[in-house]
């Protein structure tokens, strides 16, 4: 029987599509937006927050959520039931991220008649991305290596030195710094990162604790938010005391990015993620639509 596979995680709709298996998708996620082809597939969840608001409210609504245990997703039963998929790809990385493996377990998946293989993944670091690649593709029936090596061969280290000091933003307010496979792109792109480490969750910090620190650049890519987004929320930070005296904004080293689409996939894009930080911190060079720096 041919594999049906409802992908719920951005990052694996695009694990699917390099490994040349897109013709198996039949259901996505909300969130799924590439490659552009998959926008036709029938939608199986949607947000149970309003993700409109700003960062400050967003924060407020999932902490509400997770006091009150509850998910911030619904996955739609009546699309699964109508779809019988042999497989769901979801992920146990984070619960607010995307849709997680217990949004799926409360849903009618274990019930159809179809039987699905729930697929989970757990993207903490780059060892973790490629093991998502071999569970996707032993999934699907597909050698997931010869793609591995092919984006392992385009992320080679820099032996530019010296290493500039970076801080990478996941949130905006309140703060959080990138962490998981991050900080490993940012040592891969010449940097080195005063937050975040490799293959642990997100840090909390504080604007007195980025004073303190003062990297020599900062990269500013809120979790799901684009370019134009970030640049809409930045008053959080150019508003705070001290903004102006930061190093990075000083030597105008501080950058707006794309974090929806580069910055919080953990599947092919890293390798393009990794090329962004490099041309970022060491010549200041930045990607139209992508990112930007701030002026």
């Known amino acids: 029987m041919k594999r049906r596979v409802i992908s719920l995680l951005s990052s694996a709709t695009e ?8 013709d198996l998708l039949v259901g996505r996620s909300h969130e799924c937006d590439y490659p552009p082809s998959v926008l036709s597939l029938p939608v ?11 960062s400050r409210a967003i924060d407020e609504q999932v902490k509400n959520s997770a006091r009150s245990a509850l ?18 790809i979801t992920q146990v990385q984070c619960d607010v991220c995307a849709v997680s493996l217990r949004d799926v377990e409360r849903s009618v998946a274990s019930r159809l008649a179809s039987a699905p293989q729930v697929v989970a993944l757990n993207p903490a670091s780059l060892a973790d991305i490629w093991d998502d690649f071999r569970r996707v593709g032993a999934a699907l029936g597909i050698d997931a290596e ?44 010449g940097g080195i990162d005063v937050f975040g480490t490799p293959g642990v969750h997100s840090p909390w910090i504080t604007w007195d604790d980025l004073l303190a620190r003062d990297p020599d ?9 684009d370019l134009a987004r970030t ?24 950058f707006l990015a794309d974090g929806n689409r580069f910055f919080n996939r953990p599947g092919p894009r890293v390798v393009e993620t990794m090329t962004m930080i490099r041309e970022m911190i060491t ?7 992508s990112s930007m720096p701030l002026r």
């Open 146 to 189: 010869p793609v591995i090596r092919q984006l392992r061969e385009r992320m080679q280290p820099s032996t530019a030195v010296p290493k500039p000091t970076v801080a990478c933003i996941e949130w905006i307010e309140p703060l959080m710094a990138a962490g998981n496979w991050t900080p490993e792109l940012i040592d891969l792109a």
């Open 71 to 88: 998910s911030i997703y619904e996955v739609f039963d009546n699309v699964l039931e109508q779809l019988q998929p042999t497989h769901i």
């Open 231 to 254: 640049c809409a929320e930045i008053h959080w930070l150019t508003e705070r005391p001290g903004f102006k005296q930061l190093k990075a904004v000083q030597d105008r080293r501080l």
């Open 217 to 225: 650049a900062v990269i500013v890519a809120p979790c799901g938010f």
């Open 44 to 54: 199986c969840t949607r947000p149970l927050i309003d993700v409109n608001v700003d």
């Open 283 to 289: 010549d200041g060079r930045t990607r139209p639509g």
């Open 15 to 22: 694990i699917v599509d390099a490994l040349g298996a897109l």
